[in-house]
């Protein structure tokens, strides 16, 4: 199974989201807070050109944000 990086910040519902899924699908993370690290945000940023999190990487795919339609193609891209 695919191992993700996950860009994420405290106290935000989305990202407290993306995390469950990950942990129900079996998903290995790296989580990495761009609020108490500013190499990480640009990190992000450079990524992918946008300022919204949570971000998760696996692999070569990117997702920014976490709502049905993203969790439905994480899915879809791991054969969940």
Known sequence: MAKATIYTAPKCPHSEKLRTFLNESGIDYEDKCVL?????????????????????????????????????????????
């Open 36 to 80: 108490t690290n500013p190499e990480t945000y640009e990190e992000v940023f450079e990524k992918t050109q946008q300022k919204g999190i949570p971000v998760a990487v696996i692999g070569s795919d990117v997702y920014v944000g976490f709502d049905r339609r993203t969790e439905r193609r994480m899915k879809r891209a791991l054969g969940a």
